[in-house]
């Protein structure tokens, strides 16, 4: 089976936003228009393609990132289908607690579409997904949608994009007129204007730009082509001369600087009224890279540990990512993987670079929301699932097994709060088991554990939406009928000060007896940086073979915490020095010796305990603003700064997550329903010492 479009012509991209801009409405637009649907979905109607769990369609937000196929013909081009693209398409979530599905959608994409809202424009969560694509190197293009909503501006949007997140924003577009009396779009590079018409606005009626506008669009126009000539030399020279710059000019250089991160194209519209949308999908295609136009891959070759490269060719040896694994009712576990380079046929068997376990492709799926195409092979630049691997998990490598290598892993953020959860009946409780297995392997930010002192199940997630979706999930996918805790915050032990102790487990009891001996040195690291085990034995004071025994030893003793049973973070442990005995030393000897210096040493450290800070954005109308303030106040919260949006008052403060817990019915009570807020996690920070004891007095009763 031979590849049906060239790789230059793919375009793998993601949506992102934060909620409610508008994400999922105008992916059902491009669906739309794309000829995937032939019936547009609506999320206030709960019947949308990409939104198609129960939960997402109850609640109007996206919870997974869906995966679709779609194919476009330029603007310009039409009818031409020598000229038709292919755009694999990622509607990722918008709200923080399902930040990982952005982060994993952002890993294996090559360009993103940032949706804003026309009235709010950059919102805490744009700002987050914004920062998460600079992190991974993701070219982008700006839609600012809900232009026609009461109190939208699109020069007020484009300025809080200057200010908050780039300086190189460019408006390609501008619209004709706002709020109710939104119409069409100005493009800046053909200096035309464009209606959209008949139903569900297909028809692109190009007209020429009304007199009174005229003099508002070369004004745009003229700060367009500064910025772009800016990036090419031979473009400002005759910039600076004042000649004419040709739109194809224009566009080549504007494509060359946001290929490299330099320039982001702004375009308007409104999704929900149909204007707008195929411009975007132009400039998909026009801006956005295809995997030939992005430097080739690099991973690691197993087994020499070398960097090595691939490129998005056919003839390359097959390596691909796994991002993402999903439970399907009728398939069973669906695994979703980009394929980086060479192909890959059905049938054919593939290397797990990151387990060294070999998986067999059995079937291989292209994805249209939950519906699924199957196919024979797959190219290099191809987005697509399969079922039945055995060992695959999210951020797994499969590649070739004759030329085996390991590409980037993705991390994740780790749990900020959780809760107890136990199955109502015995037949429950296998059920239960299951469902948790299944969903943690599909989440890698939702993590189960047991509580040793008390024997409970504990789940850990990003947020109280996060955990009751994952619950929610469970009664309707799983059956699985349970009891569920208060939520509980993730807190953390660190130590404040460098310490010293030895560790010493001796067991005489007829026969062979007991016997290890450590003596370890404890430090604090910076926040963040985890732990880390330095061995400084020398001279043969404790054999090799008991040094892995003390490392594991030490790592239980963090994990099970010393102050009160919550994990040690930050903190580095290097063993200095210890004795053995020739015949009564056993590993489980030092493995406890070690376990008893950690906690003696972290004692000696000073343990305090840390506490997750979250960044709240709450929006208010201005009545009630002292006493939202007050509130916050009242909740250890820190007063950051309030602003003006339109007609509401924004408030941002940074707030401990325990003090946080229900505020969604004591913002509404304050006013009178009126109030919103979004909550993302910031840091750990230590708690004050006067509640960090009722804490671990709470946990010692």
Known sequence: MARLYPVERYRNIGIIAHIDAGKTTTTERILFYTGVSHKVGEVHEGNTIMDWMEQERERGITITSAATTCFWIRTRDKGDKAKEYRINIIDTPGHIDFTAEVQRSLRVLDGAVVVFDGVAGVEPQSETVWRQADKFGVPRVCFVNKIDRTGASFEKALNSIWTKLTPNAVAVQIPIGEEDAFSGLIDLLTMKSYSFEGDFGHDIVEKEIPAELMESAKTWRGKMIERIAAEDETLLAQFVEGKEISEEDLRKVLRKAVLRGVLVPVFFGSSLKNKGVQLVLDGVIDYLPSPTDLPPVDGIDPKTGNTIT????????????????????????????????????????????????????????????????????LYAGDIAATVGLKSTSTGHT????????????????????????????????????????????????????????????????????????????????????????????????????????????????????????????????????????????????????????????????????????????????????????????????????????????????????????????????????????????????????????????????????????????????????????????????????????????????
Not at 348 to 367: D, H, K, M, P, Q
Not at 498 to 514: C, F, H, M, N
Not at 612 to 618: G, Q, Y
Not at 627 to 642: A, H, M, P, T
């Open 398 to 701: 499969l590649c070739d097994p004759q030329a085996p290598i390991l590409l980037e892993q993705i991390s994740f953020p780790e749990p900020v709060i959780s809760i107890r959860i136990e199955p109502k009946t015995k037949a429950d409780q296998e059920k239960l088991g299951l469902a948790l297995k299944r969903l943690s392997e599909e989440d890698p930010t939702f993590k189960v554990k047991s509580d040793l002192e008390t024997g409970d199940t504990l789940m850990a997630g990003m947020g109280e939406l996060h955990l009751e979706i994952l619950v929610d999930r469970m009664k309707r996918e799983f059956g699985v009928e349970a009891n569920v805790g208060r939520p509980q915050v993730a807190y953390k032990e660190t130590i404040k000060k460098p310490a010293d102790a030895e560790g010493k487990y001796i067991r005489q009891s007829g026969g062979r007896g007991q016997y290890g001996h450590v003596v370890l040195h404890v430090e604090p690291r910076e926040r963040g940086q985890g732990f880390e085990f330095v061995n400084k034995i020398r001279g043969g004071a404790i054999p090799q073979e008991f040094i892995p025994p003390i490392e594991k030893g030490v790592k239980e003793a963090l994990d099970k915490g010393v102050l009160a049973g919550y994990p040690v973070v930050d903190v580095q442990a290097t063993l200095n020095d210890g004795s053995y005995h020739d015949v009564d030393s056993s590993e489980f000897a030092f493995k406890v010796a070690a376990s008893m210096a950690l906690q003696e040493a972290a004692r000696r450290g000073g343990l305090v305990l840390l506490e997750p800070i979250m960044t709240l954005e709450v929006l208010i109308p201005p009545d009630f603003l002292g006493d939202v303030i007050g509130d916050i106040s009242s909740k250890r919260g820190q007063i950051e700064q309030s602003e003006d949006r339109g007609t509401m008052k924004v408030i941002d403060a940074k707030v401990p997550l325990s003090e946080m817990f229900g505020y969604s019915t004591s913002l509404r009570s304050l006013t009178e329903g009126r109030g919103t807020f979004t909550m993302e996690f910031e840091k750990y920070e230590e708690v004050p010492a006067n509640i960090a004891q009722e804490i671990i007095e709470g946990r010692r009763r």
């Open 310 to 377: 691939r490129s998005p060719l056919d003839s390359e040896p097959y390596s691909s990512l796994a991002f993402k694994i999903a439970s399907d009712p009728y398939v069973g576990t669906l695994t979703f993987f980009r394929v980086y380079s060479g192909t890959l046929e059905k049938g054919s068997y593939v290397l797990n670079a990151t387990t060294g376990e070999t998986e067999r492709i059995s079937r291989i799926f292209r994805i249209h929301a939950n519906d699924r195409e199957e196919v024979d092979a």
